[in-house]
């Protein structure tokens, strides 16, 4: 029963985090020549996202509503196989339905804040990805590997999720997130679709490079 619990805490919070932050992408017009604000105010958008719901759901499954987050805990070690599977699953399905919900607003000509390729090359995409998520992850693992940070840990997840934002939109709509994209992407078919790839194992590479980096430079600091 504990496990479901996290799972349907892990589908709701990947849930709002579409609905919210993807919806704020698309109706906020970072698809448009008017991006300056659209830019800070969607970065926001994921960044108080992640802020709520790390207070929310945080005590039940870790908040970590993201793949590239889900399997960096896998390769430290606080994660286990059965619940990796599982919390992947409900991540996806939360995405997929937070989506879904945006279409039924919003409609069918909505980009969904769907995430896209920077100057149609994958490779440099690719790699903007892995960079942004491993910034992500990193972070995250940092300041949740000491007890006394629990208080502010949410906080300083929702600013770096803040931060890579800003950098990112530019380049892809930033997507650190496979959940994240796959949902949008889902949707609104096309060259979303087709380049859905980038977004679903950039991060993924990212997230892991981010565990081992900090398995690495954890075990120097104890030594």
Known sequence: MNSVKKYVAEFIGTFVLVLFACGTAAVSGCATDNKNVAYLITALAFGLVIVAMAYSIGNISGCHINPAVSIAMLVNGTLSIKDFVGYVIAQFLGATAGAGVL?????????????????ENALI???????????????ILGVTSKKE????????????????HIFGIHFTGTSVNPARSFGPALFVGGD???????????????GIIAALVHKFIALKNEE
């Open 125 to 139: 995409s690719f790699v903007i990805e892995v960079i942004l998520t491993f910034v992500f992850v990193l972070a």
């Open 149 to 164: 940070n629990s208080a502010v840990a949410g906080i300083v997840i929702g600013l770096t999720l803040t931060l890579v």
């Open 103 to 119: 279409r039924l607003i919003l409609g069918a000509e909505s980009s969904l804040g769907a995430n896209g390729l920077y100057d």
């Open 192 to 206: 979303a679709l087709t380049n859905i790839w980038v977004f679903l194992a950039a991060p993924l590479a990212g």
